[in-house]
């Protein structure tokens, strides 16, 4: 199944469906989310439709997670059940409720690495 991407000025936003999370769709699925992040350095993972997710799930999003470093790019998680943000937030994965407060933490950051700098934004751990 075709994923769903939607643009921002600098992100793009993918709805997840819960087939798209599919054991034989997770390969597909993952290339899809690693070419998003290379084109932009923001991007929104929509899981309002996700309804199940289980440990490879997790493992899955934790190696997105490290990939996304390596581009120096960030990925949040919008609208996943709320039973899953802890988890999330134990792999340092930043989840949110909506979709429209990740696009709210996107613009936060880039003024806090316009008014910083990049190189000082890096160090200050203290801004998450």
């Known amino acids: 199944m ?3 991407v939607n643009s921002g000025d600098n992100y793009n936003h993918l709805v997840l469906a819960q087939d798209s999370l599919g054991e034989s769709q997770l390969d597909e699925t993952k290339k899809e989310i ?3 992040m290379k084109k932009k350095s923001y991007l929104i993972i929509d899981g309002t439709a996700i309804e199940k997710l289980d440990k490879p799930h997790f ?3 934790k190696s997105i997670k490290a990939f996304g470093e390596k581009l120096n790019a960030t990925y949040l ?4 059940p709320e039973d899953y943000t802890e988890t999330f937030e134990g792999f340092e ?3 949110v409720p909506t979709v429209d407060e990740a696009v709210d933490f996107i613009y936060m950051e880039q003024v806090e690495k316009d008014l910083l700098g ?4 890096d160090d200050d751990e203290d801004l998450y």
Do not use: Y
């Open 34 to 36: 690693l070419s998003l």
């Open 2 to 4: 075709p994923l769903k």
């Open 118 to 121: 990049d190189d000082d934004f």
């Open 59 to 61: 493992d899955w999003f």
């Open 93 to 95: 994965i930043i989840a």
């Open 77 to 80: 998680l919008a609208g996943f």
